[in-house]
């Protein structure tokens, strides 16, 4: 483990050199490589790679990292998602679709495979159009065990009907054949390390109620364990202990301890095993080198920073971990995944400066071999910090955020409130951001804020802001840039609002509401009329609609016209710089349209980017260049620096 230290130290050594203005290019720019998987025998790597525009997915030799094989699996607006090794001769791609950049990814049913030399491509799901029949729908799947004692097959679960089904598919023909099915419509099945469907977690969207099944090894037959109201994080199923007797669960219920627990299938008792401390969500597993019957040995959370908390930190991967991170005290460090013989783990390292790089540990002698730089021409000593800030709003809710600050300027800055989208379980996280990064080189302070309704905090603090738009989530943005005032870090008369998406509704909301507050707003992307909500394809969905309903509140006409900036233009005293893709199918066009001609009607002076074939969120990097050039010019002629 010293060994392990020295060396990373040595890595982590950088020289301080002068503050530059960098190119806009350099933030924007596609990166080559995105990311790695090493292979189950350690002799390749599966990496997704930027082609011409296009992410792919590429085999490269372990020893020489040549690339041995590339696979564009493109089709129509899907990319490349999941990834990974099947076995060591297979590697396979999930498919997602994306409407823009800036918004969520979706499932769509698809996956594809291919060997290492290139050939076998096959589409797995949904099985393509054979004579005679016709070609499946998608449907939505989840990978629920890669089986290490055969090879040529792995589980996975779908939905059919509304039920999961549990499946062995083929990862070579596609051919699959049903095993198991749950015991309510609308489950997440969990597996123990022998392969048996042992617990089933399902939601039921007409009673809003979460229900949970286990049954006993080797059991036909699922007993209830317990309910709970869909809206509140109440017990989450984790993994199996070893010997398959007992299951670790994340519960947040009311009235018992907060922490994770061990649950006893044949006796129902539940024991806490390790307290949680604060309201962070436990947001991933951290497990053991045993590849073949891992174990949690502990969590993932952010506060404010990630934060790693082990049950028991005497445990061997407690110790390689806190190695690590003394290596890297600056840094975020995690294993990506390892080699079926538990010898070898592919390491990933990135912090709030550094877009992310890779080492192959050796978990024996802990000896690193430096593989790659993402985004390798970034300097992490000439980027800028991001801290983890809090404050109290008005009503006393503690509201936290990330607050980064030009290199070597600490006060009075001109200062960008930058609102993320969503709003609803989205939310800022601590790392690489190259807005913030590109907006702080050019000497602005940029202060990002998980306002209420935001993720990451429970179901409380996200279900509870339903219909709080533009009144108490638009305050929290409003304290959040005076508290940044009255701690001297922004100057009170260069303070600018900006957002995508719900943060475009922000930015908006924000100067009409508080129209001495900000001396300029840019609205990307926005939504400014709620009623066209029901122009996006969420509202081609019963779940969308439901949502728009119950969050956004569009089935009330005198609560619509309050919350929808379009209606309070009278108000207005900022700067405008309005920014939209023609082919935006998550917030339509309209809504850059109408307030154009609203403030046209009204005589007043904007700024406006529209680009064809952009949709939520630019793609083209010379569309973003353009973007971002103009934004500096705009910030310079309306706060300065």
Request: proline residues 4%; contains cysteine; charged residues 30%.
């Amino acid at each position: 483990m010293k060994k392990l230290i020295i060396f990373l130290l040595c890595l982590s050594i950088t020289t301080v050199i002068e503050a530059r203005e960098i190119p806009v290019e350099e933030f924007f720019k596609d990166s080559t490589i995105i990311s790695l998987n090493v292979s189950p025998d350690g002799k390749h790597y599966a990496a997704t790679v930027k082609i011409n525009g296009d992410t792919q997915l590429a085999v490269l030799d372990a020893k020489t990292k040549q690339i041995k094989a590339r696979f564009n699996f493109k089709r129509d607006n899907l990319e490349i998602g999941r990834f990974g090794w099947f076995n060591n001769e297979r590697v396979y791609a999930t498919m997602i679709r994306k409407v823009g950049p800036l918004a969520q990814a979706a499932r769509t049913g698809y996956l594809f495979a291919g060997s290492i030399d290139g050939t076998k491509k096959v589409q797995l799901l949904p099985a393509p159009k054979k004579p005679g029949r016709s070609a499946e729908r998608p449907r939505n799947y989840n990978f629920m065990s890669f089986l290490k004692d055969d090879p040529r097959n792995i589980l996975i679960s779908m939905s059919k009907g509304g039920f999961t089904e549990v499946y062995k598919l083929n990862v070579y023909t596609g051919s699959r054949k049903k095993v198991d099915k749950s015991p309510k419509k609308y489950a997440s099945l969990l597996i123990d390390h022998n392969k048996e469907v042992r617990v089933s977690v399902s939601t039921d969207p007409d009673e809003e109620k979460v229900y949970i099944h286990t049954r006993k090894q080797g059991a036909d037959d699922w007993e209830a364990f317990a309910e709970y109201d869909d809206k509140s994080v109440g017990i989450d199923p984790l993994g199996f202990s070893k010997d398959n007797q007992k299951v670790f669960l994340n519960v947040r219920e009311k009235g018992k301890q907060r922490g994770i627990y061990l649950l006893d299938l044949k006796t129902k008792d539940m024991q806490l095993i390790h307290e949680i401390k604060g309201d962070a969500d436990v947001i991933g597993s951290v497990y053991d080198n045993d590849t073949d019957k891992p174990e949690i040995v502990g969590i993932r959370m952010m506060p404010g920073k990630y934060e790693t908390q082990f049950f028991d930190v005497s445990h061997p991967r407690a110790k390689l971990d806190a190695g690590l991170r003394a290596a890297f005290p600056e840094d975020e460090v995690s294993l990506v995944n390892l080699t079926d013989d538990g010898n070898k783990a592919l390491v990933r390292v990135w912090s709030d400066r550094r877009p992310g790089r890779f080492f192959m540990m050796d978990t024996k002698t802990f000896k690193l071999e430096y593989l790659l730089d993402v985004r390798d021409w970034v300097k992490p000593e000439e980027m800028a910090e991001m801290k983890a800030v809090s404050f109290k709003a008005r009503d006393g809710l503690e509201v936290r955020g990330y607050l980064t600050l030009p290199k070597g300027k600490s006060k009075d800055l001109p200062m960008i409130l930058m609102v993320h989208g969503g709003p609803y379980g989205v939310q800022d996280r601590w790392g690489y951001n190259r807005e913030v990064q590109f907006f702080a080189n050019r000497g602005y302070a940029v202060f990002q804020v998980n306002y209420r309704g935001s993720g990451g905090r429970g179901s409380s603090y996200q279900y509870d802001a339903y219909k709080q738009m533009g009144m108490e989530m638009q305050d929290d943005l409003t304290d959040a840039t005076l508290w940044a005032v009255e701690q001297g870090y922004a100057d009170k008369e260069r303070l600018c609002i900006y957002g995508a998406s719900y943060g475009g509704y922000a930015s908006m909301m924000g100067v009409v509401k508080e129209p001495d507050l900000y001396k300029c707003a840019i609205a990307y992307v926005g939504l400014y009329d709620i009623n066209l909500w029901k122009k996006a394809d969420t509202w081609r969905s019963e779940y969308g609609r439901r949502f728009v309903r119950e969050a956004w509140g569009i089935d009330d006409p005198e609560f619509v016209k309050e919350r929808s900036p379009i209606n309070h233009l009278d108000k207005l005293k900022a700067a405008i710089f309005l920014v939209h893709g023609k082919d935006d199918a998550r917030v339509v066009i309209d809504n850059h349209d109408d307030l154009a001609e609203a403030l046209d009607e009204r005589g007043y002076p904007y700024e406006s980017l529209v680009k064809a074939f952009e949709g939520h969120g630019f793609r083209n990097p010379e569309n973003n260049y353009e973007l971002y050039t103009k934004l500096q010019k705009f910030l310079e002629k309306h706060i300065g620096k």
